[in-house]
């Protein structure tokens, strides 16, 4: 019973354009999203957050989208750089269990030069 | 600055061995999480700790064991590796349990 899907394992994108990560949900009860950057050899790396009382976060390049009647969220990197390639994992929480973390299965970015 | 410190990187085990991963954080976080990952998934979380003397599972437990009698270190115990335990494991820590830290992750071979 996977409650966090990305339902796009890989994207290739061209250097300089935009990339978009989708995530959807099912546990109406996440209240608390968040975006995790990953290279290989090394731990995830925290990128972006969003409350569930807001429906768009944004810092620098990186903007997070949140449709909660929809049970959706999506990452916007604009413009897309080499160095973003990587894995990208959605995470969701829910307070009232312990604001454990539910990982989606990850999403490989390539951009290319 | 060294935030998350897991050891080792790389471990190979055979069949029926156990062994300890080590994970040390010097930031001071109560909490305290051990995660795997296996090709092409995300990340299972397997035990985590709200704070010292505190442990509790999480989606995977079984065949690991945690303990946290300090803070600053949450070791992972296999007992009886089996093949199915071939993964690459996390540990993280947080102060609030929702931006985790993690470590570099130690990669784990059980033949």
């Known amino acids: 019973d996977q409650q966090v899907k990305q339902n796009s394992p890989s994207l290739s994108v061209q250097e300089g354009r935009i990339s978009i990560l989708n995530c959807d949900y099912t546990n109406s009860m996440f209240d608390y999203f968040l975006w995790y950057k990953k290279y290989p050899a090394e731990g995830p790396t925290f990128l972006i957050s969003i409350s569930s009382i807001k429906d768009k976060n944004e810092d620098g390049r990186f903007t997070v989208f949140l449709n909660k009647s929809a049970k959706h969220l999506s990452l916007h990197i604009v413009p897309s750089q080499p160095g973003d390639s990587a894995v990208y994992f959605c995470a969701a929480s829910d307070k009232a269990a312990g604001n454990k973390l539910t990982f989606g299965g990850g999403t490989r970015v390539l951009v290319k030069p | 600055n060294a935030g998350v410190t897991q050891t080792p990187k790389f471990r190979i085990l055979k069949i029926g061995q156990s062994m300890t991963l080590q994970c040390a954080q010097d930031?001071?976080?109560?909490?305290m999480y051990w995660y795997r990952q296996d090709p092409g998934m995300g990340l299972k979380l397997i035990y985590y700790s709200v704070g010292a003397g505190i442990t509790d599972k999480g989606e995977v437990p079984n065949g690991y064991n945690v303990s946290r009698s300090t803070t600053e270190d949450f070791p992972l115990r296999l007992e009886l590796a089996a093949p199915s335990q071939t993964s690459v494991y996390f540990c993280?820590?947080?102060?609030?349990?929702?931006?985790?830290?993690f470590g570099n992750g130690t990669r784990l071979t059980v033949t």
């Open positions: 930031m001071n976080h109560n909490y």
């Open positions: 993280a820590s947080s102060t609030s349990g929702k931006d985790l830290h």
